[in-house]
Structure formats: C-alpha cells, structure tokens
C-alpha cells in the first residue's frame, strides 16, 4: 500500500519515513503544541501474546511488567550478558497481548531474539508490519484525534504514553537538572490499522526531523541513536524509564546492579548547545573533541525551534564536566557548549561499609 503520507504536497522522504513537510520549524511547533502528528515510519510493532507473556517479558527484559494492568505504559531493555543494550521497546499491555513498539531496525532482530527465548512459555511473538504508528505530544487536538484512531483489538486503544517524564518505579535519575526536562516531553504513539492510517494522513502533520528535536531537548536515548555495541542503559540514564533495579533476575541484571551500586559507568551522556554560526549539524558518529583528543561521539542531533542547534554525545566518564568541547561536522570545527546530563560520579550509590583491617602487629602477651 503507498503510503498516504508521502503523497502530502511537500513532503521530503528520508530512509525512515517523511522528515519534514517543506517546514520542519513550523512543524516542530505546531507538534511541540500537541497540534500535529508524526508518522513514525522510523518505528514498528511486535505483538506477544498468551497467558504467561508478561510473567515471561518480566523474566528476560529490565523492566517489571509481571502485573502491568491493561492500558498501562512503560519500557523495557533486552541486555546481554555483560549488560550491554541490545534491544529497546516500548510497551503497553491490553489484557490479552502485550504490544511492543521499537525503532524499525530493531524490531525484527527484537522478535527474532525474543522467538528464541520462547522454550516452553505460553506465549507467540510477530512482527506485525500490518499496524502504522504514530506520534504526538499529548495534551492538544492531535491526542483526540490519535485516541479515537487507534486501534482497540481487545477493547484497550493502543496508545503508548511515554514514561520518561518522570522517573518509573523500581528506576533511578543520575541527572541533577532542577527542572528535568523530560518533565515536559508528554510524547505518546498510537498503534494504528491501515484503514485509520490512510484517514489520519488529513490531519496536521509534521516530520521525523520534528519529533527528534523534541526528544534530544528532552534528553531522551532512543535505540536507533544512543545505543552502539558498548552502550549501558547506565550512561544515557535509562534507569530512569527502562530498568526496575529491585526486580527478579534477568540476562544482564548482576552489570545492572554492579555498576549502579559499585561502579562508575565508563561514559556519560551530554548535551551539547552547538554554535550555530556555520548552519551545519555533525551527523551521528561525529567526533567530539576535548581540545585536540577525541572526548567521545554525538548520537544524535537536531535544529530545536527555540534552542538552536542541539545534539546528544557519549563521551568518556574522564572528560571535566565545566569543560567547553567541539564537533566536526563538513569539515568545520563547531564549538560545543556541554550540558550535563549524567555527572562523572554516577553510580556507587550503595553505601558500603568499609571493613576494618586487622593489625599485622602480635597480640599483647
């Protein structure tokens, strides 16, 4: 079926979707006022269903959905062994199937890993390439017209709220920002059937370009952009939607706890406020720069409507945070304001007693 998005007068295709309407600035503010929807071609759906799949999902993922209630929102990670991010969705649960929405070049090796890990579980998983998404900020005409649209197979629209404005039970915040900004990134996605998709293409729209500046103002990690082979939910603060640090055991769950309560994640997500003069954006994987040595790489960036030009980093736990970095973008050196988001002490929150040595000296006679 041809997308009736794309046919939108205007409309810029990119490799994920459309990433804008001939008006990104536009756009981003009409969604940032909960007025516009996103189609989210960047993003696919995986259904679990059966009547052991979220006492399953609970043993094998990060997050505590052994008693999710229908319509309830949340998160979850699939870690490796060493704890490192391997898969990201979100999720929503209508009472009979546990619904996954995850970043289109995730979800089939997310369905696939999870087939695999079935054993004897009452449980089925497909990708389900039938069903859109879509997305908006909650709170303006776009949510009416999303709930009315989604769909309901079990009697429970699918609409996924976003849990990142606040810190999830079970999860933890490293960031010390007064005003957390993910406070007020009310995002939500719907799960849409082809018929109410073609329909919802008459709405007010904006592009992917729209809903990633929103996301990286709000420091949110995505699949697709913050996670590499190395990454520890640790390092983007994702314990703050994604982990339930007092839950059962699951793959990757002993780093979890490990460098939460003993250690010091080796990296640390930032901010960066990019000098603007040059109108260029570093493209994800572009170096940043602590004078002349490699501090880390950006993940994301993006032009924000009242920020200016803005992008997320990894860089290394040893970089000061006061210090000013760099970007390579084109070929141009662009200066980079750091906003902290995960201090260089985060973690080691346990308190450990220390235990006092014995004396070497012999004992009084």
Request: charged letters at 20%.
């Amino acid at each position: 079926m041809t997308d009736p998005f794309a046919q939108i007068p205007g409309a810029v295709l990119s490799d994920d979707g459309v990433a804008h309407f001939g008006d990104p600035t536009r756009e981003q503010r009409a969604l940032a006022q909960g007025e516009a929807i996103v189609p989210r071609g960047d993003r696919a759906v995986v259904a679990v269903s059966g009547p052991e799949r979220l006492t399953w999902l609970d043993s094998i993922t990060s997050q505590a959905v052994a008693r999710l209630a229908p319509g309830v929102s949340t998160e979850l990670l699939v870690l490796d062994p060493q704890g490192h991010v391997e898969h990201a969705a979100a999720v929503i649960d209508d009472g009979a199937t546990a619904w996954l929405i995850a970043d289109a070049a995730d979800a089939a090796g997310l369905a696939k890993w999870l087939g695999m890990m079935r054993f004897r579980a009452q449980v089925e998983v497909a990708l389900r390439p039938d069903l859109r998404v879509a997305g908006f900020v909650r709170g303006g005409g776009a949510e009416h017209a999303l709930a009315d649209a989604a769909a309901r197979p079990n009697g429970v629209a699918l609409v996924w709220q976003d849990p990142w404005m606040g810190v999830s039970a079970g999860g933890w915040q490293y960031a010390r920002a007064e005003e957390h900004p993910g406070s007020a990134h009310a995002w939500a996605e719907a799960i849409l059937e082809e018929s109410a998709w073609a329909d919802a293409a008459a709405l007010p729209v904006a592009g992917l370009l729209a809903a990633e500046a929103l996301r990286i103002a709000a420091w949110r990690p995505r699949w697709a952009a913050e996670v590499d082979e190395r990454a520890l939910p640790h390092e983007s603060d994702w314990l703050r939607s994604a982990v339930h640090l007092a839950k059962g055991c699951y793959r990757g769950q002993e780093t979890v706890a490990k460098v939460h309560n003993l250690g010091h994640p080796p990296r640390r997500l930032v901010m960066l406020h990019l000098d603007g003069s040059d109108s260029v954006l570093p493209e994800r994987g572009a170096r940043v720069l602590a004078g002349e040595a490699e501090a880390g790489h950006v993940t994301s960036s993006a032009w924000h409507h009242e920020l200016g030009p803005i992008a997320l980093a990894i860089v290394a736990r040893r970089i000061p945070e006061g210090e000013t970095l760099a970007v390579e973008a084109d070929g141009v050196r662009v200066a980079a304001a750091q906003e902290v988001i995960v201090p260089g002490d985060a973690g080691a929150t346990a308190e450990v007693p220390r235990i006092t040595r014995l004396s070497r000296r012999p004992l009084a006679q």
